[in-house]
């Protein structure tokens, strides 16, 4: 009864969770990555060496390396944080409430590895009205070849 459901391959795409165990994170990631992409750090506000970026591009996950944001929903908000106005598509951040610190926040981590990237808040610019509020630390940058 259990032919042909054997054939798993995960080649299909980016929608296939990557699930690792803590040590095995510790030992992908840096230690500052692993602060904030496992275990929901803040990096400093203006540190990110993603802040400013020349080009155009794909930001990807740090962890999996998944493709998050595109350069082109990228904005400067002056908050300190690279912020963007939505994800490059439906369903590679996931969104979370996050009540600790005394505030009501969403919460957003990508959606392949459950990776802490940020907050989204609703006070970004059109047309969306988002801003997505990144860790420089939770994502790579990948310029477009030009
Ligand atoms: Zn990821």
Redesign the pocket.
């Known amino acids: 009864m259990s032919d042909g459901a054997a054939t798993q391959r995960s080649e299909s795409g980016d929608s296939d969770r990557?699930e690792l165990t803590d040590a095995e994170w510790k030992q992908r990631l840096t230690p500052e990555r692993y602060a904030v992409l496992r275990q929901k750090g803040t990096e400093p506000a203006w540190s990110g060496e993603l802040l400013h970026v020349e080009g155009s591009g794909t930001f990807t996950?740090g962890?999996?390396g998944?493709a998050l944001f595109s350069s082109d929903t990228k904005f400067e908000s002056g908050s300190g944080w690279p912020s963007f106005t939505e994800a490059l598509a439906e369903g590679t951040v996931e969104e979370h409430h996050d009540r600790s610190f005394g505030m009501v926040r969403t919460e957003i981590t990508?959606a392949?590895?459950g990776?802490h990237l940020g907050h989204v808040f609703p006070d970004g610019p059109a047309p969306t009205g988002q801003r997505y509020c990144v860790n420089s630390l939770s994502i790579d940058f990948e310029p477009e070849p030009t």
């Open positions: 990557m996950c962890g999996c998944a990508c392949r590895c990776g």
